[in-house]
């Protein structure tokens, strides 16, 4: 057993700020005591009850870009186990956002080569038996956090042993080092605070992946 903080983080690997926000918990990861443990998320699932509320064009990503990935992601789990998902999103992201493949069939299909995972998964693309375990690990985090949220969901314990949890945080470029612990230090400080829901600030301007 690991004496490390567990840190449990859901993520979509659709999303470009879920995938920066991953590799800022990975530099934490170096200069605190902590141990990350992957889930799998869907923007698909969050949004399938409300899309009349969304723009057209996210509609149509959702429909055409959203579900084969995690599809593929989750039958990974469950057939190879928890541990592959680690390097499976590693390989994703860098393929999907850091490379600007996107979530096509060929980059997943390639990051599976990459990890050493059989082609086979690919057969979950378009259907899964493994939805109910989807349904269930998205559940599992969003309801930690609340329905008017994303991806990433990131969870710890609290000071006095309950979870706490949160969305985010929304960052670009990902912080390294020292910078990257401030920022775990601070997010913990606040997100530890009964009561406390949000802070923000308009963004201007996208991911940026340059650091990666």
Known sequence: MSDKTPVDF???????WAWMT????LEVEKVRDI???WHVMSLAVLNENRLDELPEEYREMLATKAWG???VVIAAQQEHGEAVLADL???LGTRIHNQGEGPE???VAAALQDVGLPESLMD???STPYEPELRASHKEGIEKVGQDVGTPVIAVPGPDGEQIAFFGPVVTPAPQGEEAARLWDGTLAVASVPGFYEIKRSRTKGPDFSNL
Do not use: G, I
Request: aromatic share 20%; with cysteine.
């Open 124 to 126: 979950h693309w378009d």
């Open 105 to 107: 069939k060929s980059a």
């Open 22 to 25: 991953s590799r800022w918990v």
């Open 69 to 71: 990935p995690v599809r």
């Open 89 to 91: 999103y590693t390989a």
């Open 35 to 37: 141990e990350v443990r």
């Open 10 to 16: 859901w993520f979509d690997p659709l999303c470009p």
